[in-house]
């Protein structure tokens, strides 16, 4: 078992009359990325800036190795805030040049002037801007100011590094150099919290990852966890699985279970521990349902067989494509190559089949 | 004579007066400068470190204080003259300090009409300065100290706006400066020197008095002045500060 | 409130129903700031209105000044004590048919301890000697004004050239020149009827030291004024008719009896001499 940086127990935060944080336990390991996810508004930035001791909670309590955040004081607590760094979002810089904003970190820590500036043209280079000390910091792009603002936070090689939604508007290009320097940064070992309501981003690069939901966390667990058994139907709407059916339990084995929707059709899925008469949400991901050729006779291979007409047609980003059926209204994503060679179009109509693995069950 | 050539013999003499550094020009010209300059650097003392404790301070009735600044800020240079006359005059509070009619009675009065400039334009740029720029210093480890300054730096540009708008105040000023200063020339040996008479006042008293050339001469210098107190605010203060629509 | 509105109403009503008189007759008088100090304007020129139904418009400037606006064609009368400059601007051709209207006099004003000691001295070169050698405060109009002129000339009897920081020149006015030498407690050359109007203001303390002729002191303190027509045939536009008639009021019997007549604190001002 590793290390636990910081453990948030029974956390709240109220602003006037309001919640913007409520019940919040976490704990972020050393060494991993642990992902905020939730839209805006979910209390993403109040819980990263909590955790940086920017704000007091109004109840529960933080863990910083080990040791309770309101009980650290003076020098001390000094001494723990230098340990970590946050970028807000829209990476603030300050108004003056590129070496005075990376060095800034190192120049209130007291480092002398041949240290800080070979620290900071080794902090540039690992981002990407080497050779930027005199630019004026202001005048850079959204990315490079982002670059620089990682320069900033990592420069005094922190334990823990606050990400406050990196790759806000950033074109996909820039987003993904911007992930690949998260990367570099925690495999020089420093733990990040990474706050974002991107997928994707989450994906690529949480070991761990939250999903916040009006101030609440709704459920914590790796990404496969996460996006593939979603806890809850606002995790499920939340990490994009399109599809997730109200149905109840009509028979149950003890391992699979037989499940009638209010779509109109029965679905036979993996449920243990559901017994009969359980209200449950069948959660399909869009590309976990199978379109099945017309050529190919139907075979025991195939379960939960349904048939509709597709409604709409869409190119999605990624060589793949989005069919909205017409009763059952499900979502499907496949690939080009499948939409030219079933000649898929608008009023065609398809067999699709969902595989046991594929429902995820969720008690409503 | 015409009316063209009356201003024309006007202006190309005030121009001989300038180029040829007149003595009685000369010293108008010094004595503004100090006075005002003297009561900005005051001014300046005093503004900058009330506008950073007022922007980094709550108390019940900051709202009002604000109000207040605001208010200072247009002063009439006329009232703040008479309200320093009656504090230095010889039968006033502070009578005994025979202040009344010298420059340190000009100075007193520009000081009273430029900090509150110099402090709410300040103020307001500290105040303006994003809570994600003091954020971020505090994050990457400034302690308490360190965000002042950062913030001040931060603000540095509409600090200075406010030092050139306050100085831009006190020059354009002939209201308070002519009630306590008296506008007095000494005569030293036979030439006329400045004591309390500044480029406002002076051309108050020469255009009185008819003397066009001089009343002209030191219009121009202090045309020039405030023109190139705004030719330091645009070209410096506008274009390095680029504003917090990233932030 | 009510008596508010009823003031209104009254100054309306009083507008619409009785026109101001002719308008569109204005005679522009430039003067010095001592005679316009003094209030004896106020005494003749609502006379003079009413009588010839023009509106007299004052512009108060040290002689100088007055002088110069004269001669730019701003004015249309000009009533001044410089004796010399008046008789130059009608030698230039500026004015015409100047005319003797009242004299008053000079004095020099000083504090109570009167360090220079010039208190009583009938010689007034020898009081500006006094003052040049103790290098006591003294305040010069400095506005090349009639008074101004005056001072120069006694500097220039006495033989002496005042200079040092002990010599105040303001550009000002005779009264504000009075309240600066009272705050200082310093000298000043003042006319007699500018003093009398200033002595009884609250915390005024200087004296005079030195009298003029009209109370048995030096002639050469004299302060007699003049009053000269614009030339019509060097600016068209003036109001010759109306500067005219003005003269002859002032110089007439009813004019004189009214700066005779006129007193401040029961002293009188001026003489006339018309």
């Known amino acids: 078992m590793s290390e636990s940086v910081i453990e948030a127990r029974n956390l709240c935060k109220k602003y006037g009359e309001k919640y913007a944080l409520k019940d919040v336990n976490l704990k972020i390991e050393k060494g991993e990325v642990f992902a905020v996810m939730g839209s805006s508004g979910a209390g993403k930035t109040t819980l990263l800036r909590l955790l940086n001791l920017l704000e007091a909670p109004t109840c529960g309590e933080i863990y910083f190795f080990g040791k309770e955040a309101s009980s650290i004081r003076g020098s001390e607590r000094l001494e723990l805030r230098r340990r970590m760094a946050l970028v807000a979002q829209g990476a603030p810089l300050f108004r003056a040049s590129v070496f005075d904003n990376v060095a800034y970190g190192l120049r209130v820590r007291g480092y002398s002037r041949s240290y800080i500036k070979n620290k900071v043209s080794e902090a540039l280079e690992m981002v990407g801007l080497k050779g930027y000390e005199n630019r004026n910091a202001r005048t850079l792009s959204g990315g490079e100011m982002q670059r620089v603002a990682f320069a900033m936070a990592t420069i005094f090689s922190p334990d823990v590094l606050f990400l406050d939604e990196p790759t806000a508007n950033l074109d996909p290009i820039r987003e993904k150099a911007i992930e690949d320097i998260i990367m570099k940064i925690n495999k020089i070992g420093i733990t990040v919290v990474l706050a974002t309501h991107k997928q994707n981003e989450a994906i690529s690069l949480a070991d761990k990852i939250a999903v916040l939901y009006n101030g609440q966390i709704e459920q914590i667990g790796s990404p496969e966890e996460i996006f593939y058994k979603p806890r809850s139907r606002v995790v499920a709407e939340f990490v994009g699985t399109e599809n997730v059916i109200d149905g109840v339990v009509e028979f149950s084995n003890g391992r699979e279970v037989i499940i009638r929707t209010s779509w109109g059709f029965r679905l036979s899925a993996a449920g243990p521990g559901l017994t009969k008469g359980d209200l449950i949400n069948v959660c399909i991901r869009p590309e976990e349902i199978m379109i099945i050729r017309e050529d190919i006779p139907v075979n025991p291979k195939h379960k939960n067989i349904l048939t509709g007409v597709i409604a709409e047609i869409h190119p999605q980003g990624g060589a793949m494509f989005r069919i909205k059926l017409k009763n059952p209204p499900l979502i499907i994503d496949v690939p080009r190559h499948v939409v030219d060679k079933m000649a898929l179009k608008e009023g065609k109509k398809i067999r699709v089949s969902l595989k046991l693995g594929a429902c995820h069950l969720i008690r409503a | ?247 | 409130m009510r008596k508010l509105l009823l003031a209104i109403l009254i100054l309306t009503l009083g507008c619409i129903t009785r026109p101001p008189i002719q308008s569109n007759c204005k005679l522009v008088m430039a003067t010095t700031t001592s005679t316009y100090d003094s209030g004896l304007l106020d005494q003749l020129n609502p006379v003079f209105q009413e009588k010839y139904h023009c509106t007299v418009e004052v512009i108060a400037k040290g002689t100088g000044a007055a002088l110069r606006i004269a001669k730019e064609g701003n004015a249309d009368l000009i009533f001044v004590h410089s004796r010399q400059r008046e008789e130059a601007f009608v030698a230039e051709g500026y004015g015409v048919n100047r005319r003797d209207v009242m004299y008053n006099d000079f004095v020099i004003v000083g504090p109570a301890s009167d360090p220079a000691g010039i208190k009583g001295l009938k010689n007034v070169t020898e009081a500006f000697r006094r003052i040049y050698e103790a290098q006591v405060p003294f305040y010069s109009r400095g506005d090349n004004s009639g008074t101004h002129e005056k001072e120069k000339t006694i500097w220039k009897l006495a033989g002496l050239e005042p200079s040092g920081k002990w010599y105040y020149l303001l550009g000002m006015g005779m009264g504000e020149t009075l309240t600066i030498a009272n705050e200082k407690q310093g000298y000043t050359l003042t006319d007699r009827g500018t003093y009398l109007k200033w002595k009884d203001k609250p915390g005024f303390t200087l004296q005079i030291l030195v009298e003029g002729p009209v109370k048995g002191g030096d002639t050469r303190l004299m302060n007699p004024y003049g009053i000269i027509a614009v030339n019509p045939k060097v600016y068209s536009n003036v109001n010759y008719e109306m500067a005219m008639a003005y003269i002859a009021f002032v110089t007439s019997l009813e004019g004189q009896e009214i700066i005779k007549n006129y007193t401040i604190n029961g002293e009188h001002l001026f003489y006339p001499n018309a």
Do not use: C
């Open chain 2, 1 to 247: 004579m015409g009316s063209m050539e009356f201003l024309y013999e006007g202006f190309i003499k005030a121009l001989k007066l300038i180029i040829s550094l007149d003595p009685y020009v000369l010293s108008v010209t010094k004595v503004q400068l100090a006075v005002s300059g003297t009561a900005v650097v005051l001014g300046t003392l005093t503004a900058i470190p009330l506008a950073i404790l007022l922007a980094f301070t709550k108390f019940p009735g900051k709202a009002m204080s604000q109000g207040l600044i605001t208010t200072a800020m247009g002063l009439p240079p006329v009232g703040v003259g008479l309200f320093v006359f009656l504090l230095i005059t010889r039968r006033g509070p502070l009578g005994f300090l025979d202040l009344l009619y010298t420059p340190s009675a000009m100075i007193l009065a520009q000081y009273i009409l430029a900090t509150p400039i110099i402090l709410g334009v300040s103020l307001s740029a500290l105040e303006e300065v994003p809570q994600k720029i003091k954020d971020m210093a505090f994050s990457l480890g400034g302690r308490y100290s360190d965000v002042i300054w950062i913030v001040v730096k931060e603000a540095k540009l509409g600090i200075l706006t406010g030092i050139l708008a306050g100085f831009g105040r006190a020059i354009a000023e002939v209201g308070a400066i002519l009630t306590v200063g008296g506008n007095i020339v000494h005569i030293i040996g036979s030439q006329e020197v400045s004591y309390t008479r500044t480029l406002t006042t002076a051309i108050t008293v020469e255009a009185r008095q008819g003397n066009i050339p001089e009343a002209i001469a030191f219009g121009i210098i202090l045309i020039s002045l405030a023109f190139i107190v705004n030719v330091v605010l645009v070209n410096y203060v506008m274009r390095f500060s680029k504003g917090y629509e990233n932030v």
